[in-house]
């Protein structure tokens, strides 16, 4: 999987700033880490330097004891003087043969090293000819300050690593926000939402796609807007003469019986196919209506109540089970969608055998199911489009407008709802119809 | 009873076809090609309802309409070539009883005008709510003594709406009852109606105490 940009800068960002402060902090730790240790180392000489000159004095002196004593700086500090047969020490005991023979038999010296579990810097010094004058001074007074040092330094490092992946990703969103704009925007008009612009860009480099864009979706929109207005300006200049032909059709079709033969077949040819074409103009002004201007007029209302209305209308034959469900809608529309439905049935599966309307959760249902030969599965999209005949199986002398389920899926968009058509069992197809509810389930 | 029906329509072809078809229908129909014409014709002939394009030469539709109105209540159809809201609104606040749209089928505008012209309503005792006093019988409208002029539309709707004693009547049986819509029903049809009758008997239109909606579903008298 391929992280996205913004991850990937974030953590870029993060990673360069734990790079960066590590070496930082790794170089400060080495500089005062060192530094600190030959000032200890230093200050452990001159201390001895003077001790020597003092226990030189005495060493002969019985007092040495207390001598020694006084001078060891702490518990944790020891001053050994070794002479021939003679072996006098303070402070924290220390055997000679812990001590390196090197350091011991070599005076002057000085080493790092650890004694009985202590870290310590050893200073030897040669006392009146064979003795041997050996300090230990610890080192955890520095240990502790370069705990301290180090657990700075680290939380430092992690720290700026961590404000460094913050600032990756603030300015990787904020670079990206122009990105997730575009991608709103891109999404909302491949929604069918051609309204959709991006904001005005200070950035030149991203004005000009911005401003691209929004020519672009502009030019779509009108686009959409002309064939829009062309069909409905169609289809409205088609109403005049389409009403003298309905009508002079149904005087003519009152006196078929004085057009026997081919002139009544033709004439009745005739009447049936202004009938449907009428019906047609109809659905299409309906459908482009839908398209552009807006006089969709939402109110609530009960659904079960309108699809029992519907169905006592003209279906009275047809069982209804529903059970009451609030919708915001525009009573005219939902009428359509239902009476629509219910037509398509009757054209292609002899009718509906049963209406059903339920709240299954936040949405109301409705089911219009037919005992016909179903929807095979590759046409169950297609049969939403507009103009989309030849359902295998239905019968020759179709009389829709070919437009009955596209207004359909168009009003139910409307309604912000979805309609499908699915499987019924044991044979026949359920349309369903669901519509946000309004309120929680009844 | 044979219905005369005055036609007005500028489109020629049109007006002989429909006027062809609503002969065929049983109707008595007498033409007129321009705003103009009809209103000369109706000042010296009588018909039972007129039927009127709103897009006409001269003196529109919407005009005719309006003058119509403020002479009587002679029931009137508007047919229309548009399905905005705003035409048909426009048509129905002027004063219309029904508007149907092009193209509309003569059987169907039959249906209408009998629906429009249908007498018949629930109950014919005198009602009283409040200080209005509706007789049926005279097809007379008092508010606090004083007449009120309804058209016939509105005043079947108010029939309606009192015939249930202060019970919902649904829009749908409304739009039935005195329109003669199965379904389809327009609400906006209703709706005109309704603000139209409260502008004539209510106290405050804006306000209404006599003729309440019922959110959803339709309306009721104050009972």
Known sequence: MK?????????????????????????????????????????????????????????????????LAGLTTGPDSTILVLSPGRLVTAGRKVEPSELPPDLVDHPPGRARLTVAGLEVIAVTRPVAGDSVYVELFPLQQLDRT???????????????????????SWASKRALKP????????????GGD???????????????????????????????????????????????????????????RRRREHLPGTAGTALELLTSEVDRFARMVVDLLEISRADQTDDYEPEELDLSALVRHVIASRWRAVPVSASPVTVEGDRRRLDRVLANLM??????????????????????????EDGGP????????????????????????????????????EHVHRHRGRVWVEDRFPRGARFVVELPAVGGPA | MCVGVLLVEDDERIRQALSLALSDEGFTVDEASSGEDALRRLETESFDVMLVDLTLPGIDGLEVVRTLRSRGDL???????????RDVIAGLEAGADDYVTKPL??????????????????????????????????????????????????????????????????????????WGYDYFGDTRLLDVHIRRLRRKIEANPDDPALVLTVRGTGYRIRS
């Open chain 2, 75 to 85: 029931p009137i159809i508007v047919v229309t070539a548009r399905t905005d809201a």
């Open chain 1, 179 to 190: 990105l997730a704009e575009l991608n709103s925007a891109a999404g909302r008009i491949a």
């Open chain 1, 146 to 168: 370069f705990g301290f040092l180090s657990a700075v330094l680290i939380a430092g490092t992690i720290g700026s690593a961590l404000l460094g992946a913050a600032l990756g």
């Open chain 1, 343 to 368: 037509e398509n049935a009757e054209r292609h599966a002899d009718g509906a055998i049963f209406v059903s309307v339920r709240q299954h959760g936040s949405v109301a249902r409705i089911e219009v």
């Open chain 1, 3 to 67: 992280l996205s940009l913004r991850c990937r800068v974030t953590l870029s960002f993060g990673a360069g700033l734990l790079i960066v402060t590590s070496v930082l902090a790794f170089a400060t730790w080495n500089l005062a880490s060192g530094y600190m240790l030959r000032q200890r180392e230093a200050s452990a000489a001159r201390q001895a330097e003077v001790n020597v000159r003092l226990v030189e004095k005495s060493l002969s002196s019985p007092g040495l004891d207390e001598l």
């Open chain 1, 374 to 409: 179903g929807v095979p599965e590759a046409l169950r999209e297609q049969i939403f489009e507009r103009f989309a005949r030849g359902r295998p199986g239905s019968r020759g002398d179709d009389t829709g407008s070919g437009l009955g389920l596209a207004l359909v899926r």
């Open chain 1, 194 to 252: 051609l309204r959709a612009r991006l904001p005005d860009q200070d950035d030149p480099d991203l004005a000009a796609l911005a401003a691209k864009f929004n020519s672009t979706a502009h030019a779509l929109e009108q686009r959409a807007l002309r064939d829009a207005r062309f069909a409905s300006d169609v289809s409205h200049e088609l109403r005049s003469p389409l009403t003298t032909m309905v009508n002079a059709g149904a005087v003519l």
């Open chain 2, 105 to 178: 089928m003569a059987s169907v505008l039959a249906a209408r005008i009998r629906a429009l012209l249908r007498r018949r309503g629930p109950g014919r005792e005198a009602v009283r709510i409040g200080d209005l006093e509706i007789r049926p019988q005279e097809g007379l409208v008092h508010r606090a003594g004083e007449r009120v002029h309804l058209t016939r539309t509105e005043f079947r709707l108010l029939l309606e709406l009192a015939g249930a004693a202060g019970r919902i009547v649904t829009r749908e049986q409304l739009l039935q009852k005195v």
